[in-house]
C-alpha cells in the first residue's frame, strides 16, 4: 500500500533562518506531489506542485522553493523565513491520472 | 482561483443527515467532482468524486444535478466526528494537475 510522510512534524525558527521540509511517498512510482499552507484558521493554499522529477509549478510568488530531486520526494525550503511563513504545510500525492489527494500528517512551522 | 462555493458554516443534529452543498456553475465537461474534509489539525481526507452520476460509498453519498452546476454530499448519519471542514472541488484529470482548495463549509454537528 501506498503512504506519505513528512518532517518534522513541528518546528520552532527564527526570522531569517532557513528551512527544510521533506516529503517522501512510498508505493508507487511517478506521483503527482504537492506542497499546501494552511494558516491560522485558514484555508488550504496551494504553493508547489510537481509531475515529475525536476518538474516544479509555482502558484504563488514568495520567499519558498520546492524541489523533487528524486521521483518520490518532494522538499519545500527556505533561504530566510519571514513571520509570515508560520503555518501548517501539508505535501500530498496523487497517481498520475487521478484527481484523489492523499496527504501527510502535515508539518507545523512556527516563525519567531 | 476556486472554482466552487459553499456555505461557510452548517450546523446538524447527531444521527440526522447532514447535506452539505457545493455550487460549480462554470465546471467543464471533463472536470470531476471530489469531495474532502478536514478535522482540526489533520491533513484533509478523501471522501467521494464523481462526474455525472450519483455516487456512494462507506462514508458518503454524492449527489450531482442534471446539469452538473451543483452538487450535495450527504452524510446520512451524521456523527460528533463528522463535524470538520468539508471541501469541494473540481478538477479534470488530464491536461492540468493543480487542485485549488476553497474555503468550504465548516459543519458542526451537535448533541
Known amino acids: 500500500s501506498q503512504t506519505i510522510h513528512q518532517w518534522p512534524a513541528t518546528l520552532v525558527q527564527p526570522v531569517g533562518s532557513p528551512l527544510s521540509l521533506e516529503c517522501t511517498v512510498e508505493g508507487t512510482s511517478n506521483p503527482n506531489l504537492y506542497w499546501y499552507r494552511q494558516a491560522a484558521g485558514r484555508g488550504l493554499q496551494l504553493l508547489f506542485y510537481s509531475v515529475g522529477i525536476g518538474q516544479i509549478s509555482s502558484e504563488v510568488p514568495q520567499n519558498l522553493s520546492a524541489s523533487r530531486p528524486q521521483d518520490r520526494q518532494f522538499i519545500l525550503s527556505s533561504k530566510k523565513l519571514l513571520l509570515s511563513d508560520s503555518g501548517f504545510y501539508l505535501c500530498?500525492?496523487?497517481?498520475?491520472?487521478?484527481?484523489?489527494?492523499?496527504f501527510g500528517e502535515g508539518s507545523r512551522l512556527t516563525v519567531l | 482561483d476556486a472554482k466552487t462555493t459553499q456555505p461557510p458554516s452548517m450546523d446538524c443534529a447527531e444521527g440526522r443527515a447532514a447535506n452539505l452543498p457545493c455550487n460549480h456553475s462554470t465546471i467543464s465537461g471533463n472536470e470531476y467532482v471530489y469531495w474532502y474534509r478536514q478535522i482540526h489539525s489533520q491533513g484533509p481526507q478523501y471522501i467521494i468524486h464523481?462526474?455525472?452520476n450519483n455516487e456512494t460509498n462507506e462514508m458518503a453519498s454524492l449527489i450531482i444535478t442534471e446539469d452538473r452546476k451543483s452538487s450535495t454530499l450527504i452524510l446520512p448519519h451524521a456523527t460528533l466526528r463528522d463535524t470538520a471542514v468539508y471541501y469541494c472541488?473540481?478538477?479534470?484529470?488530464?491536461?492540468?494537475?493543480?487542485?485549488?482548495f476553497g474555503a468550504g463549509t465548516r459543519l458542526f454537528v451537535k448533541a
Open positions: 464523481g462526474l455525472k
Open positions: 500530498a500525492w496523487s497517481p498520475p491520472h487521478s484527481g484523489e489527494l492523499f
Open positions: 472541488i473540481v478538477r479534470a484529470l488530464t491536461g492540468g494537475f493543480k487542485t485549488i
